[in-house]
Nanobody, 112 residues
């Protein structure tokens, strides 16, 4: 079955950086578009970014564009999200997503 395990979250000061990882298993990773979504406290799920199967095409929400970079390593079955210039409003649980499947998430807290 599909398994997605996120890691790399934590507490970071405004302006700082984090890199999230998502280890995928149970399916042929290289055959699927992948994405990241997030859920801030008290809010619904928000789409963050998507990458196509071979990593050539990416898309970002307006709130993270030019600060976040999505990437993947198909040899390692791993999805990444590099987050720079973090803001307090980026505080959320971040989930790796394949279609309707999501992992357990990793908490990102941006605070001084």
């Amino acid at each position: 079955q599909v398994q997605l395990v996120e890691s790399g979250g934590g507490l970071v000061q405004p302006g700082g950086s984090l890199r999230l990882s998502c280890a995928a298993s149970g399916f042929t990773f290289r055959n699927f578009n992948m994405g990241w979504v997030r859920q801030a406290p008290g809010k619904g799920l928000e789409w963050v970014s998507t990458i196509d199967r071979d990593g050539r095409n990416t898309a970002y929400s307006g709130s993270v564009k030019d600060r976040f970079t999505i990437s993947r390593d198909n040899a390692k079955n791993t999805l990444y999200l590099q987050m720079n210039s973090l803001k307090s409003e980026d505080t959320a649980v971040y989930y790796c997503e394949k279609g309707v499947s999501r992992g357990q998430g990793t908490q990102v807290t941006v605070s001084s």
